[in-house]
């Protein structure tokens, strides 16, 4: 046996037989995106990106507020707006992840469970994980 550097062909084949193996595990499909904005004036001032997981979970990426824009409940409003329809497609838990000088009291506000973190100190940032239950 030896390591090797894999090629793109060769990341879709592993790609496709872990797939192939979490169907044992899996017995429902689901999929799915949340993307929603906001605008004022035709601007784009704040988002948000998620996507279904496997067991009913949304996944949130991103959420971002333009620094002019922010403490002005835009992101609440995104998260809220989120969290409804995320209830409508099924969707029964909520997960992210996010850096300490982001939105860890932000998240901690709507109600969202810090489920784990790690901090690295040489690097100077710590990451929280956190996750909400919309049954």
Known sequence: ???I????EQVEEIEERLEEYDEKHITYKMDGFIRIGMEENGELIAGLDACVTTFKIL???????????RRKGIAKQLILEMEKRAKKMG???VRLDTFDWQG?????ALGYECVGHYENAEDGYAEYFYRKSLA
């Not at 550097?5 to 793109?8: E, K, N, S, W, Y």
């Not at 996944?59 to 824009?69: A, N, P």
């Not at 860890?104 to 901690?108: G, M, N, S, T």
């Open 59 to 69: 996944y949130v990426s991103t959420l971002f507020v333009d620094e002019k824009y």
């Open 5 to 8: 550097d894999l090629t793109g």
């Open 104 to 108: 860890k009291e932000f998240y901690e």
């Open 91 to 93: 969707v029964n838990t």
């Open 1 to 3: 046996m030896k390591i």
